[in-house]
């Protein structure tokens, strides 16, 4: 069984930086991408970013872009979600998930597109 493993949320100012980590565990399989995405009580979950593995590509939500950047350590098997000047609106459990299907150039921001979803980490954003 493959798992997806998400660490590194918890409760900061507004201002300030977290860095999540999403692992790679159990059964191998091979993805095209990563994305973030993120639920707010009482709202849908939204896209954050994606990052394509064969290109590079990032894609970013208006609402981050600028503030987070998606990453990848091929090494770790795992892709990073740096998160800076965070602000309250960004409080909600963010998910990372990885889609197996080759796309083409541009990677997915479809939450429907993506097979295997890790657990969540809760981000809180103090004011």
């Known amino acids: 069984q493959a798992q997806l493993v998400e660490s590194g949320g918890g409760l900061v100012q507004a201002g300030g930086s977290l860095r999540l980590s999403c692992a790679t565990s159990?059964?191998?399989?091979?993805?095209?991408?990563m994305g973030w995405f993120r639920q707010a009580p009482g709202k849908e979950r939204e896209f954050v970013s994606t990052?394509?593995?064969?290109?590079?590509?990032?894609i970013y939500a208006d609402s981050v872009r600028g503030r987070f950047t998606i990453s990848r350590d091929n090494a770790k098997n795992t892709v990073y979600l740096q998160m800076n000047s965070l602000k309250p609106e960004d409080t909600a459990v963010y998910y990372c998930?990885?889609?197996?299907?080759?796309?083409?150039?541009?990677?997915?921001?479809?939450?429907?597109?993506?097979?295997?979803w890790g657990q969540g980490t809760q981000v809180t954003v103090s004011s």
């Open positions: 998930a990885a889609d197996l299907t080759y796309r083409g150039a541009r990677p997915s921001v479809d939450p429907d597109a993506y097979d295997y």
């Open positions: 990052l394509n593995f064969s290109n590079g590509k990032t």
């Open positions: 159990g059964r191998t399989f091979t993805s095209q991408a």
